[in-house]
């Protein structure tokens, strides 16, 4: 019997750029589904920058409907602060 299908997302985020890329996972067969970049606005306000994340990201879940997520680990940069944010 060949097990289902799992569908990942996996993030890599910024406050700058925000990478995605989502596979498919069925036994030990990795398959590759898309990728991509979420580019804020540079001159937009945190609040600004946080809203176009999350519509861009909205678009990435409804498009490929992953079953799971994994988000890289931060590690602190020059600045702790913007690293935290």
């Not at 067969?29 to 519509?55: K, N, W, Y």
């Amino acid at each position: 019997m060949v097990p289902s299908p799992i569908r990942i997302l996996g993030l890599d985020p910024g406050l700058r750029r925000t990478g995605w890329g989502v596979i498919e996972a069925a036994g030990t067969r990795l398959s590759f589904i898309a990728c991509g970049t979420v580019m804020p606005p540079e001159e937009g306000g945190l609040a600004e920058r946080l809203a176009c994340l999350h519509t861009e990201l909205m678009q990435v879940l409804r498009a490929y409907a992953p079953d799971e997520a994994a988000v890289e680990e931060t590690f602190v940069n020059v600045n702790p602060a913007s690293t935290l944010k």
